[in-house]
Each structure stands twice: as C-alpha cells, then as structure tokens.
C-alpha cells in the first residue's frame, strides 16, 4: 500500500515539474528592428534555441506582452512551418533570413494545426502578440539587429 502512496505521489509531482517547467520563460534578449524609414522598435526576445524549446514555444501561455515575443533559432536556412497546436493566445510571426533581414509576416490564429509556412529559406522566425508588426509599423524588408549573434543549441530531430 505504501509503495502505491509513493508511486502516486511521484507521479503526481512529475506531472507538476512538467506543467511547471513548460510554462517557465525562457531567457530573453532585447532586438531592435531598424525600419525602412531609418526609425527602430525594440523587442524583448525570449530565445528557442534548442530542439524542445523550438516545440514548445508559447504553447499554453495565456498572455504574451507588446513589446515581448520569442525568436527561434535553427541550425541552417531552411523553409519553416509553424502552427498553434496548444497556443491559446493569437500571434503574428515574422521569418527572418540568416542576415536578418525580415522575408515574411503573418498573423495566426490560437489553436490551429493549419501550417504557416515561409515563402523562402529563413533562419529565425519571431512570434509576437497578434498585430504587433503592424501597431508599430514594422514590415517585410525591414532588418533584425543582432539576429546573427543567436546560434542554435542541439541538432536537429526528424
């Protein structure tokens, strides 16, 4: 009967760890995007850079701050997809090339399983609040600074 107390008990602790290490934020770091226009808006970056924390992403977060996103990193220049799979909070995504300049941006909405999918190969993708890009005038073309010092941590699973 005690060895069923325990294994219970450990199981329900194991479940908690995970809930709460899924919705722990990753370290972040501040960007600025330079504008067409020559003007700069700052984004503070939470950094998935590894194959769980590409997985992972906002899935389950309830509120994501203007001003804040996350920008996932990958090993090399690729045609990238994304969807919201367990991602309550709607999205806009910007694909950005290895120099980082910005190639697309669309807007997702929560709980989709429909693919969004770059036009071309990019290196980073960077998810903010639903109409941010377009709140702050930030558009295809325009270049993320310091997107190029970001590497990608782990290889790659298929």
Sequence with gaps: ???SRL???FLLFSSFAAFSCASKKLPSKDFQIVKGDGGKVAVNAEIADTYETRQRGFMERESIPDGTGMLFVFESDRILSFWMKNTPT???IAYIDSEGKIRDIFDMKPYSLSEIVSTVSVRYA???PQGWFERTG????DTVLGVKDETAKGEIRR
Excluded: D, I, T, W
Aim: aromatic letters at 6%; proline letters at 6%; zero cysteines.
């Design 1 to 3: 009967m005690k060895f």
């Design 7 to 9: 294994a219970l008990a």
């Design 90 to 92: 709607p999205l806009s």
């Design 126 to 128: 960077l998810e903010v």
């Design 138 to 141: 930030v558009k295809v073309g």
